[in-house]
């Protein structure tokens, strides 16, 4: 699992950090990968400094299996776990 952002290393490192996560921040300064995954606000948006959330489930050979528009936090995980169950059945 990796996550990614638009926050610089440090400050990925930090909230990381912070927030316990057992995984790896990616830093997407140049937007780069956001714009790959169609997950950049528009400019002039009010969140235009942050990435839509999203999750994108891949398999080994690097194919897109699933995307996800994340609205529910809470059940999120469960949903993509579920997801993947089935992909590896």
Not at 13 to 26: K, S, V
Request: proline share 4%.
């Amino acid at each position: 699992m990796l996550g990614a952002s638009f926050d610089t290393p440090d400050e990925n490192l930090a909230f990381a950090t912070a927030q316990g996560f057992a995984y790896r921040l990616l830093s997407d300064v140049d937007r780069a990968v956001g714009t790959a995954y169609g997950v950049v606000r528009p400019s002039g948006h009010q969140y235009s400094d942050y990435p839509e959330r999203a999750s994108f489930l891949i398999d080994p050979d690097g194919i897109v299996r699933r995307a996800y528009e994340v609205t529910d936090v809470a059940r999120h995980a469960a949903d993509v776990l579920a997801d993947l169950a089935v992909l590896q059945a």
